[in-house]
């Protein structure tokens, strides 16, 4: 039972490189989000999907895009990653018929900007 | 919008003693409530939900919180901890109505001493 699949797992990239973390889920989950997590700063959105074919920004959009490639899958891009991306990134979905649904989490890809 | 704090970002207790997490929210509309917990180099776990009804509410490995509404309070409290809940826990809320997102508090890392 995979549940949310992040990959990779761990990444360093040098200032100026791109990059695209992957994440899908095999839950049939409608709902799909992007966070990043720092110490002291709690999980902070970045992107979410509210379903397949829709995008929006969440807290923290700038320095990054993302991508709905189907309901399975949801990408995460830095064109040009900075020091200031340095993080864990946690993928998540959920049901989408209430806004009662919990999430459920991938298990991050640490990233780091040298 | 709404948004959470939780008030204590370090709690050490020893083992065997009870321990209280505290959270507390602001939101102008009802909101459903939860508690996640991660593990060291995990995602995030769902520990239990308040949606509505009863305010004591009872989750995973001996987990509760109590809603309290005239406090804008969720606290989460085990009666007897073991060194396995030396975590992270992140108190969230999300309005019960609308498209604004779920939003996370800072978290509160709990530490079990042998």
């Known amino acids: 039972n995979a549940g949310v699949t992040q990959t990779p797992k761990f990444q360093v990239l040098k200032t100026g490189q791109s990059m695209t973390l992957q994440c899908a889920q095999d839950?049939?989950?409608?709902?799909m989000y992007w966070y990043r997590q720092d110490p002291g700063m709690g999980l902070r959105l970045i992107y979410y999907?509210?379903?397949?074919?829709?995008?929006d920004k969440g807290e923290v959009p700038n320095g990054y895009n993302v991508s709905r490639l189907n309901k399975r899958e949801f990408s995460l891009r830095l064109e040009s990653a900075a020091p200031s991306q340095t993080s864990v990134y946690f993928c998540?979905?959920?049901?989408?018929?209430?806004?009662?649904?919990?999430?459920?989490f991938g298990d991050g890809t640490r990233l780091s900007i040298l | 919008a709404q948004s959470v704090t939780q008030l204590d970002s370090q709690v050490p207790v020893f083992e065997e003693a009870p321990v209280e997490l505290r959270c507390n929210y602001s939101?102008?509309?009802?909101?459903?409530l939860f508690w996640y917990v991660q593990y060291p180099n995990q995602g995030l776990q769902l520990l239990l939900k308040?949606?509505?009804?009863?305010?004591l509410v009872k989750g995973i490995n001996g987990f509760e919180a109590e809603f309290n509404k005239s406090q804008t309070s969720f606290h989460l409290r085990k009666p007897s901890v073991h060194i396995s809940d030396t975590a992270e826990y992140f108190c969230?809320?999300?309005?019960?109505?609308?498209?604004?997102?779920?939003?996370f508090g800072k978290g509160t890392r709990l530490s079990v001493i042998a």
């Open positions: 839950m049939n989950h409608n709902s």
């Open positions: 999907s509210a379903s397949e074919g829709t995008t």
């Open positions: 939101s102008s509309v009802s909101v459903y």
């Open positions: 969230a809320v999300i309005r019960n109505s609308g498209n604004t997102p779920l939003v």
């Open positions: 308040y949606l509505s009804g009863s305010t």
């Open positions: 998540a979905s959920s049901e989408s018929r209430g806004r009662n649904q919990p999430q459920h």
